[in-house]
């Protein structure tokens, strides 16, 4: 609404008429208070226009409501401001009002909308609310996007391999081992998130080695090219295959051989280090 009002210069009807039939609404929810609220005075200071955009939607639903004949508890079931604990916008009923069509996630979740949590609202606009079952199983989509994926995941197990880094000698000790008990002729994917100095994922690609493990691929999601290098060397002569899958090489390691750039800081100031 503001950008075809305040940028493109559309009237209010048009654009309100445009944007009411771009946008439909699926609802993952019967629990109102699972539905977002927003307090009012953060919107007014954060986003002032939309506000303003907001109160004038309402307006006009409120008006819609009383000229159906609407009683003061429905007018207040449907308004998008909720004036009962402190003045907040229900983003749920300016989507539903905003929409052109208002589904669930199923038959029987679509249907309990019109009794429960949008009860009012299907009432002022009959018919709004309609099933499309949208949604599909992460296995039913697995099986058509990806080959590989399906041959692995019957058979996959998760394990765990917990390592500490010692900070004074960057070597890794174990601590922690739950792992299938049988690792001979499976395919091992051994998830490292960050691949700094590399001596961690070096140790836990030697024990898996160990355990009978005769394929590994390490997954990082971001790596430094000494952690690379080194690992490079240590599994030279690995007798199994072994290859590293990383999103990103960050520039080096510094003087404690952590990642530079890396991530920031958020979790040094997570823990009151800075």
């Known amino acids: 609404m ?84 402190g003045r907040r916008v229900r983003m749920g009923n300016l989507a539903f009002v905003g929409s052109h069509k208002v589904n669930g996630v199923s038959a029987l979740h679509s249907d309990l909308m019109k009794t429960t949590v949008f009860k009012d609202l299907n009432e002022l606009f009959p018919g709004r609310i309609t099933n ?16 590989g994926l399906t041959r692995l995941i019957p ?42 100095t590399g001596g961690t994922l070096s140790a836990g690609v030697h024990y898996l080695t160990e355990r009978g ?15 690379l290098a080194l690992l490079e060397r240590e599994t030279a002569d690995l007798p199994v295959p072994f290859a590293v899958v990383t999103a990103a090489v960050d520039e080096r390691l510094n003087e404690k051989g952590y990642i530079v750039p890396g991530l920031g800081d958020a979790g040094d100031r997570l823990y009151g280090v800075v």
């Open 2 to 85: 503001r950008i075809l009002i305040d940028i493109h210069s559309l009237n209010w009807a048009d654009a309100f008429a445009i944007t009411r039939q771009t946008i439909s609404y699926t609802n993952h929810t019967l629990l109102p208070e699972a539905l977002e609220v927003w307090p009012v005075p953060l919107i007014e200071r954060m986003l002032p226009r939309h506000m303003q955009i907001i109160y004038a939607i309402n307006a006009r639903v409120l008006t819609e409501a009383r000229a159906s004949g609407a009683d003061d508890a429905m007018i207040a079931a449907v308004s998008i401001i909720d004036e009962s604990h």
């Open 132 to 147: 499309k079952t949208n949604g599909i199983t992460p296995r039913r989509w697995l099986f058509q996007a990806n080959d």
């Open 155 to 196: 058979t996959a197990e998760v394990g765990f391999l917990g390592m500490i880094r010692d900070e004074e000698t960057l070597l890794a000790t174990t601590y922690a081992t739950r792992l299938p008990d049988e690792l001979h002729g499976r395919q091992v994917y051994l998830l490292d998130p960050m691949l700094a």
């Open 213 to 227: 493990a005769d394929d590994i691929t390490a997954i990082c999601l971001l790596s430094a090219p000494e952690g």
